[in-house]
């Protein structure tokens, strides 16, 4: 069974600080799939990130970076310069390649809930 | 807006009634999920169809819970005789399956709440 686990619950910074989001997840199969969402206030979330996991490259995106490792199974989310507008329920997902090979349903971790105040 | 939306955006129920909630996938996304996300949990995985196939479905779902996508376009998911614990945001999400990507667009959800 897959899991994916964000041991942090909520993290509040000042604005302009750096601040990272843990996802550590479990998976029996080789080939996975990895992604961040982000859920505004508003509700609705809105799509990050997607790692395979033959991809351990990191990847910078403005001020967002992340960080996959599969030695330690862990898939972390970087804000660099964290700005107010950052404020929101962050949620790490999983999903296992199905018979396409594809990624299929997601399994999320409970979220954590980034306050950045001015 | 080509967005995935979602009917009604809010409904309130009491307790033993029935609700339906539509979802429109974006044009052409052959890939419907039905997520349910309650207070502060993550959205758990309900049921997914490829066109009109129900391909998955949860153990979430109970026999209460139906859903259907009768030409591969819309989706409507049915809760029969709800119960409190129904409460929560259901969310909708489509993707096109085409190699190896297969990214989820969420809709805004519907908020089901039971009296």
């Known amino acids: 069974a897959q899991k994916v686990t964000q041991a942090q619950t909520e993290i509040s910074v000042v604005e302009k600080e750096d601040v990272t989001l843990d996802c550590v997840y479990e998976?029996?199969?080789?080939?996975?799939?990895l992604f961040w969402y982000k859920q505004p206030p508003s509700g609705e979330l809105v799509f990050l990130i997607r790692?395979?996991?033959?991809?351990?490259q990191n990847e910078i995106s403005g001020r967002y970076s992340w960080n996959f490792q599969k030695s330690t199974s862990s898939f972390n989310f970087t804000i660099t310069a964290s700005q107010v507008v950052d404020s929101a329920v962050y949620f790490c997902?999983?999903?296992?390649?199905?018979?396409?090979?594809?990624?299929?349903?997601?399994?999320f971790g409970k979220g954590i809930t980034l306050s950045v105040r001015p | 807006d080509t967005g995935v939306s979602q009917n009604p955006r809010h409904k309130i129920t009491k307790r033993g009634q029935n609700v339906t909630f539509r979802c429109d996938p974006i044009?052409?996304?052959?890939?419907l999920y039905w997520y349910r996300q309650t207070l502060g949990q993550g959205p758990e995985f309900l049921t997914y169809?490829?066109?009109?196939?129900?391909?998955?479905k949860s153990r979430l779902l109970s026999d209460r819970f139906s859903a259907e996508r009768p030409k591969g376009s819309f989706s409507t998911l049915e809760i029969q005789r709800t119960e409190q614990g129904d409460s929560a945001m259901y969310l909708c999400?489509?993707?096109?399956?085409?190699?190896?990507?297969?990214?989820?667009?969420f809709g805004p959800g519907t908020r089901l709440t039971v009296l």
């Open positions: 998976t029996r199969d080789t080939t996975y799939y």
């Open positions: 790692r395979n996991s033959f991809d351990e």
């Open positions: 169809f490829q066109n009109e196939a129900q391909l998955e």
């Open positions: 044009s052409e996304h052959n890939r």
């Open positions: 999400a489509s993707s096109l399956l085409r190699d190896s990507y297969n990214e989820q667009f």
């Open positions: 997902a999983l999903s296992e390649a199905g018979y396409t090979g594809a990624n299929s349903k997601l399994t």
